[in-house]
């Protein structure tokens, strides 16, 4: 019962806000950078992530800090 309720409350919430269906099917909707390059590094190691994604900041020295910088303001970067 207390987690129908929560359901709703949550759900009413994204309408009020104009949330639309699309948006919400989004698996990544709401995940910050930080917590995706996080859980891909736990799960993967910067090794695979660098083999995979061959990009310099995973290649080189890599860190959360510098790879979220690099990824944030580079579009081309993103996409791959």
């Given at each position: 019962?207390?987690?129908?309720?929560?359901?709703?409350q949550t759900h009413c919430m994204?309408?009020?806000s104009g949330m639309d269906q699309a948006s919400s099917r989004d698996p990544l909707?709401?995940?910050t950078w930080k917590r995706l390059l996080t859980e891909l590094v736990a799960q993967?190691?910067?090794e695979e992530l660098g083999r995979r994604v061959?990009?310099?900041c995973f290649l080189f020295d890599p860190s959360i800090k510098?790879?979220?910088t690099f990824l944030?303001?580079?579009p081309w970067a993103r996409s791959r």
């Open positions: 019962m207390a987690i129908r309720a929560g359901f709703e994204a309408q009020a909707h709401g995940i993967f190691g910067w061959p990009i310099r510098s790879s979220l944030r303001r580079t």
